[in-house]
């Protein structure tokens, strides 16, 4: 098993930027990826931005290129997001997950999530 634990969430001006971390402890030498999910209200649940450990490489959500940046600790098994310019639309619950190696598309490991809330 692996845990995940999200912080850094909170409220901010359009414009402002936040930084979300997230924490994995467990089993973490399973993993394959780590990566961020938001779900807005009345929304279902969205990819962000997920990272590889065993080649580094990252991949995000098309629109959010250039204002979100991911980065990855493989010592520490952490990876953060940084979040620059934001909307009133990128206001969600942001969601940490991790998947298994050798394991499927899906998910296998969420954590609590953290509010990001973006006033006008």
């Known amino acids: 098993q692996v845990q995940l634990v999200e912080s850094g969430g909170g409220l901010v001006q359009a414009g402002g930027s936040l930084r979300l971390s997230c924490a994995a402890s467990g089993r973490t030498f399973t993993m394959r990826r780590m990566a961020w999910f938001r779900q807005a209200p009345g929304k279902e649940r969205e990819f962000v931005a997920a990272l590889t450990w065993s080649s580094g490489s990252i991949v995000y959500l098309d629109s959010l290129k250039g204002r979100f940046t991911l980065a990855g600790d493989n010592a520490k098994y952490t990876v953060s997001l940084q979040m620059n310019t934001l909307k009133p639309e990128d206001t969600a619950v942001y969601y940490c997950?991790?998947?298994?190696?050798?394991?499927?598309?899906?998910?296998?490991?969420w954590g609590q999530g953290t509010q990001v809330t973006v006033s006008a």
């Open positions: 997950a991790a998947d298994k190696a050798g394991g499927g598309i899906a998910y296998d490991y």
